[in-house]
């Protein structure tokens, strides 16, 4: 674990991107821009869930890395799946029971924990699962290589 005072302040600085998130959500609309270099072409962006969101977080900020992807994607209106590294399941078991209470549907977010031993199988699976339209990865080098994030297109 880490000491209370850097876990408090981690609490602190994840709940800060919640708050961030949650109040870009209400801005959330089509945008029309004028193109900076054509004055003739006109731009628009439409800003729309994409479907289901898988969140891999590393060890050491288990917290913040967690809401940092999760509140982009749930303000997005996206669904997501959260594997926590095995180290450090209980945050992210924790924030979901948080968002069970902030009445958030059932099914909106998830958490897939598994063994260090099951890490690879379970990263390939979320990674090139037809179902999961976005993955966000933090963690190693090594990890990424082995958990399935490099067999993702586009990646």
């Known amino acids: 674990g880490k000491p209370l005072a850097e876990s408090r302040g981690e609490v602190l ?6 708050q961030w998130f949650s109040e870009e959500a209400k ?3 089509g945008d029309a821009v004028l193109h900076g270099s054509k004055r003739d072409v006109r731009q628009l962006f439409i800003k729309q869930p994409v479907g289901v969101a898988a969140l891999i977080t590393p060890w050491n900020f288990p917290l913040a890395m967690l809401t940092r992807k999760a509140g982009a994607a749930l303000a997005a209106g996206c669904c997501v799946v959260i594997k926590p590294a095995e180290d450090t399941p209980l945050t992210a078991l924790a ?15 998830n958490v897939v924990t598994c063994s260090r031993e099951q890490t690879p199988a379970v990263g390939e699976l979320l990674c090139t699962s037809s179902k999961v339209k976005k993955v966000s990865f933090t ?14 297109n586009g990646v």
């Open 13 to 18: 600085y994840g709940n800060s991107f919640l």
């Open 95 to 109: 924030f979901a029971k948080i968002t069970e209470k902030a009445k958030l549907p059932p099914g909106v977010v």
């Open 139 to 152: 963690g190693s080098t090594a990890v990424g290589k082995d958990g399935g994030t490099n067999k993702r």
């Open 27 to 29: 801005r959330v609309r």
